[in-house]
């Protein structure tokens, strides 16, 4: 699979990969991550998390790949088109305010996004979503009407989700990613997050949030 640091890209194979995980059990995976902010400050803050970001636009993700941290890997794929070697790895998957074809993928509950997220994620794995409402409206939905659609995807595609709840200003001010910065400044600062696990899921996996406190 193709990866990134700065603006230089490298292959990395499954055991290139196995050997960089090695000695991390919780592997967290950012699906859409724009310019990889949010990865690179939970990379920083806990230096026990492997965590990954995957985006299809390598320009946006130059200048946090560059961070050296050991425990941070940015991969160049689309979100329809998950590389094989992340397969059964991943513990947690967030995806923070997508837009353009993964939030139409997760609209549409598209067969190759959602086999994809079942592919990557161990049998406990859970799941983090963040929807704003702008990023809706571009394709002709509410943020309401948008989050239940993508709830009952979820439900329907195998995740025990949670009931989405509101994200308000201050909440996305503090929230560590570019975007939410804009959105909580901008036009139409509303976000709704939801939560959930992989209903194979084996004993109790600690939410995300909890750690982020």
Known sequence: METIRGRKS???DFNGLKERLANYNRIL????TGDGRYVRTLADKHPDWFVIGVDSCRENLREHSQAKLQNMLFVIASAQELPRELNGLVSHITSN????????GLLISDTMLMRGLESISRSAASVDLRLNGGALAEV???LEAGAEKIYNNM???GW???TPVIMNANALRTFPSTW???LAFGRD?????????SNNKVGHVVPLETYQT
């Open 155 to 157: 439900l329907r595609a």
């Open 160 to 162: 025990q989700v949670e």
């Open 180 to 182: 939410a910065k804009r």
């Open 189 to 197: 600062p509303r976000a709704v997050m939801m939560s959930g696990y």
């Open 97 to 104: 305010f997508p837009w353009g074809s993964l939030l139409e």
């Open 10 to 12: 490298f292959e990395l």
């Open 140 to 142: 002709e939905t509410t």
């Open 29 to 32: 995976l950012d699906l859409g």
